[in-house]
């Protein structure tokens, strides 16, 4: 499986963007996909995560209630819609595959990478 994240930008806060993660190749064997998030000097943390096959998600409880994630199992693709930004939301935020988790060593495939800057 490839992931290749979009969607990042800047946006000021209270604003809304909509991240997207393609998967291509052997996405048959994708059971759970997820987002996480890298803030300048921190560590990677998770964000949200989905089974992808039933679409029960899961959420960080930095975000719950603000950020929504989705998936279209025909086109492939993850969503994750972010309302209500705040500064502190401000990272790179990287999709992957793997398992319906929380725990970043429960994934396998990672994407590159989309940057997600909120200005105060």
């Known amino acids: 499986v490839q992931l290749q994240a979009s969607g990042g930008g800047l946006v000021q806060a209270g604003g809304s963007l909509r991240l997207s993660c393609a998967a291509s190749g052997r996405t048959g064997s994708i059971y759970g996909m997820g987002w996480f998030r890298q803030a300048p000097g921190k560590e990677r943390e998770f964000v949200a995560t989905i089974w992808w096959s039933v679409g029960t998600s899961s959420y960080a409880d930095s975000v719950k209630g603000r950020f929504t994630i989705s998936r279209d199992n025909v086109r492939n693709t993850m969503y994750l819609q972010m309302n209500g930004l705040k500064p502190e939301d401000t990272a790179i935020y990287y999709c992957?595959?793997?398992?319906?988790?929380?725990?970043?060593?429960?994934?396998?495939?990672w994407g590159q990478g989309t940057l997600v800057t909120v200005s105060s």
């Open positions: 992957a595959a793997g398992g319906y988790s929380i725990k970043i060593s429960d994934y396998h495939t």
